[in-house]
């Protein structure tokens, strides 16, 4: 059975703790990317990682041990998470289906000094050969440690079944910046491997 885990990311702790606001693994496009991967036949899943607004590499981990992960598993990260799947990829060869990087963060000046070292590892430049295909997207429009951590990782990763598609008017690819909760694009991309 196919399955897919989308991965949320890092908001501030204000937007977190919002009262009237979503959980992190029901914002933007994630649900309806999950609604759309569901429809075709892909049991997708959305966890809610422990403590975003200050992300521990050990805390995530915890929660994503806990998941099947295998050949047949599509992972997802939006921006942090994104990061996160970098790390977790780099760290254990495990042989994955299709892989989404969105909007990929990985904080590459430091300047949100995670007291966890979150982002202190060696990347594995070959784990693209341990995927279905590696898709990174990023819009140039976006933060600009957004822009550096792409650029990182064009430097970083090689193989084949490495894409990379870039917009102009997507920003973060946040509901805000996209004007819609929709992305086919994403959709597409998944649904072809």
């Known amino acids: 059975m196919k399955t897919a ?38 049991l997708a899943q959305t966890p809610e990682m422990p403590e975003p607004y200050k992300p521990n590499y050990e805390k995530w981990c915890s929660v994503f041990k806990q998941l099947k992960i295998d050949k047949d598993t599509m992972l997802v990260g939006h921006s942090c998470g994104g990061g996160f799947l970098v790390r977790w990829l780099s760290e254990n060869k495990v042989k ?15 300047s949100f000094h995670l ?10 430049w070959d784990l693209v050969k341990r995927t279905g295909g590696l898709t990174i997207f990023v819009s140039k429009d976006d933060y600009r440690d957004v822009i550096k951590s792409v650029n990182f ?13 870039e917009f ?19 959709r597409d991309a998944l649904l072809k491997s």
């Open 153 to 165: 990782l064009k430097d970083n990763l090689r193989g084949p079944r490495l894409r990379f598609r």
């Open 115 to 124: 007291k966890n070292n979150f982002f202190r590892f060696k990347i594995d």
């Open 168 to 186: 102009t008017n997507k920003g973060h690819f946040v509901s805000g910046d996209m004007k819609t909760e929709k992305f086919p694009e994403l």
């Open 96 to 110: 994955v289906g299709m892989v989404a990087l969105v909007a990929p963060w990985m904080d590459p000046d430091n």
């Open 5 to 42: 885990i989308i991965l949320h990311g890092m908001p501030s702790k204000k937007e977190y703790f919002a009262p009237l606001g979503q959980s992190q693994s029901n914002k933007y496009w994630i649900p309806w990317i999950q609604k759309q991967l569901i429809l075709n036949g892909v």
